[in-house]
């Protein structure tokens, strides 16, 4: 019997297994690990948002197949939510789905428009579903480094875009864009945007915007999003999601917009996959959408102050970190004293030497070495407290290196001659 399936082939080992591995040992044996790792929200959801559900799951009739591409309410709702946000007029009945969260309707739409062999132009290091939701479907992968010196720098980006797509053969089908960036936490502005279009339809490309963290920002300036940019809506859709905004992970609640023909060609495919989400999650989504936005405030200053706290702790523990712009995370290269582990074993080492879990940097691809993300998802007591344990480690950096000699400059010499 075949065991040896052609897409699981094609997945690399799972990079985080390890630490996850660790922490749950950890855990096991008692210890209280203080778990930055994923970019789970912690917080509650909305109490009135959380009402619209029980009072609508209290109502005859609501307990069948849903609508597979959402609720008309809803997606009139996402609609006034793009208008009011963005100044972006859409049509609910062409140019809107609901998705089961934005990590589903990136892999379905991989599995709508991809035919095997198809190039696909992913930022590297990137959130993992950006490049293998397309591995799944068949395509040929082609990493687009998203950083230079460590950094975001949208002028080097796109020439990295360039070289990519005249380079690829065959020509590429589509790029990913994710912005505010998960891991890097970097932001882009309109002028980025409006050269990603413009290169887009110079060389046929569909681009596939991921704007999940578009509420969580720190500055005076709303991250924008690319179908702002006139034209954009030839080549462009974009995913959105009520996970972080409204503080409604588990619930797995998204939406694409956009270019009708991509929309068209994932309303067909998920047509065969699924009914939607249960309607009272629908209709309560939409209650968020049109309800009290106050709420959306709060949720950010909350993040707001754990970055700050972040910040100004790690800091008085030896470690400096840049203070992100955007999203739920901080993205961090690996301090001094350890870099020579790499983010893997550094990671490893956080949890084992200061039951602090970290995501390292490699699990966001090859360019990612050297650094690792850090999720605001525990409270400020509980970052205090971690930053106290990683100044314990920090304190005793020289003994923990001598327990990995393998990486000193002296066994590398060995090693080589």
Known sequence: MQTDFYRIKRLPPYVFAEVNR???????????IIDF?????????????????VETA????????????????????????????????????????????????????????????????????????????????????????????????????LRALDRAARHSVPSPLATIVCFPSNPTAHVADLDFYKEIVAWA????????????????YYGDVPPPSILQIPGAKDVAVEFTSMSKTFAMAGWRMGFAVGNERLIG????????????????????????????????????????KRRDTLIDSMARSGWEIAPPEASMFAWTPIPEPFKALGSMEFSKLLVEEAEVA?????????????????????????????????????QNADAIMARYGQFSPASKAAKSA
């Open 58 to 157: 209290r109502r005859p009739g609501v307990f069948g197949y849903s609508a597979s591409k959402g609720i008309n309410g809803l997606r009139r709702a996402q609609a006034a939510y793009y208008e009011r946000r963005f100044g972006v007029k859409l049509n609910p009945e062409t140019e809107i789905i609901v998705t089961l969260g934005s990590k589903e309707g990136l892999a379905n739409l991989a599995q709508a428009i991809t035919a095997p062999g198809d190039v696909i132009l992913a930022p590297n290091p990137s959130y993992p579903i950006h490049p293998y939701g397309f591995i799944i479907a068949g395509a040929a992968l082609r990493h687009v480094p998203a950083l230079h010196e460590g950094k975001f720098d949208p002028e080097e980006y």
């Open 37 to 53: 790792g994923m970019g789970n929200p912690d917080m509650d959801t909305p109490a009135h948002i959380v009402e619209k559900l």
């Open 358 to 394: 970290v995501a390292p940097g490699i699990g966001f691809g090859e360019y990612g070495e050297g650094f690792v993300r850090i999720g605001l998802v525990e409270n400020e007591h509980r970052i205090r407290q971690a930053a106290r344990n990683v100044k314990k480690m920090f």
């Open 265 to 304: 060609a994932l309303t067909r495919i998920k047509s065969y996959l699924d009914y939607g989400a249960f309607t009272p999650v629908q209709v309560a989504a939409a209650a968020a959408l049109n309800g009290p936005q106050d709420c959306i405030a709060e949720i950010r200053a909350t993040y707001k």
């Open 22 to 32: 660790l922490k749950a040992a950890a855990r096991a044996a008692g210890k209280d």
């Open 201 to 216: 339809k110079r060389y046929d490309v569909w681009v596939l915007s991921d704007l999940a963290y578009s509420e969580i």
